[in-house]
C-alpha cells in the first residue's frame, strides 16, 4: 500500500507538467466513469499537492482532480509520447512529458476528500498541533495505533510506517488513546514525520526493525516481535511486547 513518502515521491515527478497547458486522455473505461477529459482537457495545471495517501492536482479555473492509489495504483512520469502497453487510467500530457496513472481506483473531479482528511504528515513543516488538535477530539477508546492510521486525524501514516514509528518511539499501538499522553503522541506523530521524511529524502537505510519481522527478535531487547489485526480493517500491527508495554491485543479487544 502507498503511504505518504510513496506519494511524496511522485508528486515531485509530477511537478515537472506544473505551470503546462496538459492534454487529458482517460483511455480505461472505469476512469472515464469517474472523470469527463473535458472537463480538464488544454487547461493549465496549476499544482500538484500530496496529502497523506492522496493527490490533488489544481487546474486552472478551480478544477480539482483527486487521486487515491489504494493498494495497487502508481503514477509515471516520462517522455510525451511514450510507447506503452496496456490500458492507464489516465494520461496528463504536457509539452515534454506525460503522466500516467496506472490501476488508479479512485480518481474524482472535486475538493471534497480533502476535507475530510487530517494534516499531512510530511508537510514542511509538519504541523503537529492540528494533527494533536484532531487527536484530542478523536474516540479516546479507540487504540493508539488505530488512531494514526485513521486518514482524517493524520494524514498520510500506513501500515508500515505506524510499526516501524512506534517501535522507535517505544509506544505501544495497543494503549488506548485516551491513555496516551499529549507528550507521547506528540513524541509519536515527531517520529513518524522524522523516518519518513528521511525515507523521501533517501537518507534511511532500508530494512525494518518492526514491520514484517514477526517471530523474529527486537533489534533492541531480543524479544520477539509480535503481529496482531488492528481495528476495523484488521490491518497488521507489529510491535516488541517488551520495548513497547501496553494491554495484550487479545484480551484488549
Ligand atoms: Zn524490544
Known sequence: MP????IHRAARR?????????YVEVPHPRARAAIDPAELDGRVLEAVEPVGKNLFFRFEG?????????????WSVRPAGTARTGTPWLVLRGAT?????????????HARARARLGSDILASPPDFDAMLARLA?????????????????VAGVGNMWLAETLWEARLSPWRRLGEVSEDERRLALETAARLMRASLEGTRPPGHYAYRRVGRPCLRC???????GQGDANRMAYWCPQCQPGPDPVSAR
Open 14 to 22: 509530477l511537478q515537472s507538467l506544473v505551470g503546462e497547458r496538459v
Open 3 to 6: 503511504e505518504g513518502d510513496t
Open 62 to 74: 478551480g478544477r480539482v482532480l483527486h487521486s487515491h492509489l489504494r493498494m495497487s495504483g502508481r
Open 137 to 153: 477530539r478523536a474516540d479516546p477508546t479507540r487504540t493508539f495505533g488505530e488512531s494514526l492510521l485513521d486518514q482524517s486525524l
Open 97 to 109: 512529458h506525460e503522466a500516467v496513472l496506472w490501476n488508479g481506483p479512485v480518481l474524482e473531479l
Open 222 to 228: 531480543g524479544a520477539r516481535i509480535r503481529s496482531h
